[in-house]
């Protein structure tokens, strides 16, 4: 069976630890001692019904203010399909970590209130989704149980959120309607909406088409490490080890080594427990090549036909992810895939408004959850690709070299 | 055209041999921290596939706290040997004598807790700079939020609050000197995805996972079993019983469960309808509501 990752974004008040809570004790994820665990302090917290948000607040902070303050992951399978669930925050602060559960995810689930209807938070969420190139978003009509489980009401919401996402790049968006608290439409269907066609958002989670999101065209190999055993049985053996990242690469491949452009052809495709015929996204391999040519780590192997293009000034969208901001004219470290630079922030075009998804050309002081596009000048040439063809080699992190932190995410344009 | 999709644990295994492979990249000088365990085999295991065909470049670490089931170490020393590693030993009698940790006392005595000092003083002694663990994300509440590369100051400790964005698949391993990594491989995987994967790959694994006759005593929710490390109260009885353990901590401290698995295939089949989690029986989870969190704050694994 397959993998699913998937996020949750919603705020605190949209139910989404409750949403979460019931789609694992209805699947019969959540274990009798967690349940208890979860009792036991409802209780203490002097609460009538079992508060299932409890059950995804893990740390003491939070547990004592009743808010998710970071992302917490969690694991549940059906006989269908196994998943992972980043959950995130919903406040503006925590942008940073909604960022981080997304960026690996193949779906967003985002959750709206359905009294409330499409508010900031939810423009803000399902941009964060199209920019981080999620390919599917389910949209959680949640609380239809204080709406009188209201066709209407239902029907509004949808019109609202898809006039506002048809300005985004969103590819496959789904609507559910739901009652979190009482389990309607969940795993189980219940009896207050039988005017809803749709199928719950378990059955939705577990047959979405997600084999295709991988790009399987362009072959991109960047390499890991070297290894070499020295050893009698693997006296000349030089393999180049990574994960695949892109494309099918195949045992007689013509391919080059980027950025010596050196060229070979792949001898074979080595795992422990055989050769392959064939690699693609995202198998773990090590490659050895028919001729003994100077790779290292941060090189990439392509096909001679489909080469990226070293760039040294790249078009970004940025998310900016510390507290402080971006110091004018401050040297980063730039990582891309295996590759690493030096790199500054040359230009500022424009910030993004993400409630009204306006350019703000005259604002440019960028702050922590800010997203801006910006140009990045690198010390040497990386072999990116367009984020919306390939989110691994279209993707690059900002570490700032006095402090060690991640200061931001960027997405070639 | 063939179907190009991996099932869940293709995936996950590829996922953890990209992060063995990165933090070797990425550090000096790192390590396993090897416990016996199912999970700390687990990742040796995968790290024999990264580096595949040769050696695993980096030691095991074995914290040994003296309270280990026997069968623990004898397993230990067999993987060892046939896999011709390093093993670095750092041992908590041995911080006990010198004084820098005290010895509990009393009828719920453990070394658990002590460990944390040993481990420290061992990674700085031998000066590792990332340790890689079979800690999952799903074992417990405090795990739920760590990344796969977990900074840790230089007292060893972690800070929920400080842990770095871990974005697509880079991380980011800088550090300060004297600072350390931790780094988890296969913090996606689930009890249930390491014990198929046992199964798939034919690992072996020590015989306490597996049910047998065992003296043992019933403390605290589960069979506790008899060792010269416990305290005996009057009350207790010891009797001889099918148990099986379902995750290995310090003979003190691992509650065993009643169970006829006794292959692969029947223990999987236990899991699967298991209405316990995995650590359930763990003694040094239940010392409060936060025990994990609070020792990982202190330098835990």
């Keep these: ?413 | 055209m063939s179907n190009y999709s991996l099932t869940h644990l293709e995936e996950l295994e590829a996922e953890a041999i990209y992060v063995i492979r990165e933090v070797y990249a990425q550090f000096d000088n790192p390590a396993i921290l090897f416990s016996g365990g199912k999970d700390s085999i687990v990742v040796t295991h995968l790290a024999r596939k990264a580096f595949w065909p040769a050696k695993i470049p980096f030691p095991l670490v074995h914290i040994d706290t003296g309270h280990n089931f026997p069968e623990t170490m004898e397993f230990r020393d067999n993987l060892i040997k046939e896999m011709g590693a390093n093993l670095v030993v750092g041992s908590v009698q041995q911080s006990i004598d010198e004084g820098a940790v005290v010895e509990e006392t009393g009828m719920n005595a453990s070394r658990n807790a002590l460990q944390t000092t040993t481990l420290l003083d061992t990674i700085e002694f031998n000066n590792f700079d990332a340790c890689m663990g079979g800690a999952r994300r799903d074992e417990e509440k405090a795990r739920a939020k760590e990344r796969f590369f977990s900074h840790r100051d230089d007292f060893g400790q972690w800070d929920p609050k400080n842990q770095r964005p871990e974005l697509w698949n880079l991380f980011n391993g800088k550090k300060r000197m004297g600072e350390h990594f931790r780094v988890f491989p296969i913090s996606n995987w689930t009890e249930m995805d390491v014990w198929q994967y046992i199964l798939k790959e034919n690992i072996a694994i020590p015989e306490l996972y597996f049910a047998k006759e065992r003296n043992v005593i019933w403390r605290n929710g589960s069979w506790l079993p008899v060792s010269e490390f416990i305290t005996l109260k009057d009350t207790d009885e010891p009797q001889m019983k099918m148990v099986r353990f379902r995750t290995l901590g310090d003979i003190t401290i691992t509650g065993g469960q009643e169970s006829d698995a006794d292959t692969l295939e029947k223990i999987i089949q236990e899991v699967a309808s298991s209405r316990q989690t995995e650590r359930g029986n763990r003694e040094d989870d239940k010392r409060s509501e936060s025990a994990m969190e609070d020792r990982k704050r202190q330098g835990y694994f």
């Excluded at chain 1, 508010?119 to 964060?128: A, D, G, L, P, S």
């Excluded at chain 1, 739901?178 to 719950?200: C, F, I, P």
């Excluded at chain 1, 690198?378 to 989110?391: A, G, I, M, Q, W």
Aim: proline fraction near 3%; hydrophobic fraction near 35%.
């Design chain 1, 1 to 413: 069976m397959e993998l699913l990752r998937f996020t949750t974004a919603g705020s605190v008040d949209d139910g989404k630890s409750t949403l979460i809570g019931r789609l694992l004790y209805d699947s019969k994820s959540i274990f009798e001692d967690q349940v208890q665990q979860i009792e036991q302090t409802s209780k203490k917290k002097g609460l009538e019904h079992v508060d299932l948000s409890l059950f995804t607040d893990g740390l003491k902070d939070e547990r004592e203010q009743g808010i998710t303050i970071d992302v917490a992951y969690r694991y549940f399978a059906t006989p269908k399909r196994k998943f992972i669930i980043a959950d995130t925050p919903g406040h503006v602060q925590y942008t940073r970590n909604m960022v981080t559960g997304a960026s690996t995810a193949n779906l967003a689930l985002i959750l709206v209130d359905a009294r409330n209807g499409v508010i900031e938070q939810t423009k803000r969420h399902t941009f964060i989704a199209s920019l981080l190139q999620i390919p599917h978003i389910f949209v959680c009509i949640n609380k239809m149980d204080l709406v009188d489980y209201s066709q209407e009401a239902y029907d509004k919401v949808v019109k609202e959120y898809t006039d506002f996402a048809a300005k985004l790049n969103v590819k496959d968006v789904r609507f559910v309607p739901m009652s979190a608290l009482h389990g309607d439409n969940v795993v189980s269907r219940g009896d207050n909406m039988s005017w809803y066609e749709g199928g719950t958002l378990l059955h939705n989670l577990e047959t979405v088409h997600i084999s295709s999101d991988h790009n399987l065209r362009d072959c991109r190999f960047p390499v890991q490490t070297v290894i070499r055993p020295h050893s009698d049985e693997y006296h000349d053996f030089r393999g180049y080890a990574g994960r695949v990242a892109g494309g099918i690469f195949k045992k007689g491949d013509s391919v080059v080594a980027l950025p010596s452009g050196l060229e070979s052809k792949i001898a074979a495709i080595h795992t422990m427990t055989g050769e392959l015929e064939e690699a693609f996204p995202p198998q773990s391999v090590t490659i050895t090549l028919e001729d003994d040519i100077d790779i290292s780590r941060g090189d990439v192997l392509v096909r001679s036909e489909n080469r990226p293009e070293g760039q040294q000034d790249l078009d970004v969208m940025l998310c900016w992810l510390n507290t402080n901001p971006p110091r004018p004219r401050a040297k980063y470290v730039i990582k891309h895939t295996t590759a690493e630079a030096r790199a500054m922030i040359t230009d500022i075009q424009y910030k993004m408004d993400i409630n009204t998804l306006h350019r703000m050309e005259e604002d440019k002081a960028i702050k922590m959850n800010d997203i801006a596009r910006v140009k990045i000048r690198s010390t040497k040439p990386l072999f990116v690709d367009d984020y919306n063809v390939n989110r691994v080699t279209g993707s690059i992190i900002l570490v700032d070299e006095a402090t060690n932190e991640t200061v931001a995410a960027g997405m070639i344009r």
